[in-house]
């Protein structure tokens, strides 16, 4: 086997982060009667959510904030567009998302079957996840996939950041794996596929959405499935 050890990302590469934070999100909308306080309709509010979530994330990624002023904000100026000022409301709602959120089980289809697959032909199974480490540790439990990894690496517990190299490097030491027998599997162009080149390792950019990517990757799928035919 030319690869011995492969680095999974987790959200949108292998448990589906768009539909558990829309369930997760539409409950929290309901559940704190949003509606009445000006919030018309859920689809305005979560497109807004995904508008300073993303910027957040942005920000955190270059090291303009700590991972605590995300968690929080992402609601708070989400409710600020409706006119919320309610800061006790929104750190309530952060809370509450974080303790929902990773009890989601939608997983993309094939993972299972894949993992499963990988694992019985030998490969090592790791995760790079830019996630917080409560968090993702859960959700591998609630999804019924953790057996799988044998080591899980997050930017909260590595106290680096993909695309920075480090975090990659942190990886090696901890799983002992070696550059040129390793590969990274992620969703992300510029967060998962660059930050394994800046790394040294063969990526493998999972295209869900078909998006061209701006770099060229060593592989790319656009299904899961589609894994069988690298490993």
């Not at 590595?158 to 550059?179: D, G, M, R, V």
């Not at 040294?200 to 078909?210: K, R, S, T």
Request: hydrophobic content about 40%; aromatic content about 14%; glycine content about 4%.
């Amino acid at each position: 086997m030319k690869y011995r050890h492969i680095f999974f990302d987790l959200d949108h590469t292998l448990w589906d982060f768009e539909t558990n934070s829309i369930q997760t999100l539409q409950e929290l909308f309901h559940a704190y009667n949003l509606e009445s306080r000006g919030v018309h309709s859920f689809e305005l509010f979560y497109k807004n959510y995904l508008l300073h979530n993303e910027k957040l994330w942005d920000r955190f990624r270059k090291g303009f904030i700590k991972i605590d002023e995300l968690r929080w904000k992402r609601m708070w100026l989400t409710l600020l567009d409706f006119k919320i000022g309610d800061q006790t409301l929104a750190l309530d709602m952060a809370k509450r998302f974080l303790d929902l959120l990773p009890t989601r089980k939608t997983l993309f289809p094939h993972t299972v079957e894949i993992l499963s697959y990988l694992t019985n032909k030998g490969y090592q199974l790791h995760l790079i996840t830019n996630g917080f480490e409560q968090v993702q540790h859960m959700k591998l439990k609630y999804a019924g996939i953790d057996s799988y990894f044998i080591e899980v690496i997050t930017s909260e517990g590595s106290s680096y950041i993909k695309p920075n190299k480090e975090i990659f490097e942190y990886a090696f030491q901890k799983t002992k794996a070696l550059p040129a027998e390793s590969i990274m599997i992620g969703d992300n162009v510029e967060v998962d596929i660059q930050g394994a080149i800046n790394a040294g390792i063969d990526q493998v950019y999972m295209n869900h959405l078909n998006i061209a990517p701006v770099i060229q990757p060593t592989y790319t799928v656009y299904s899961l499935k589609e894994l069988e035919n690298i490993f």
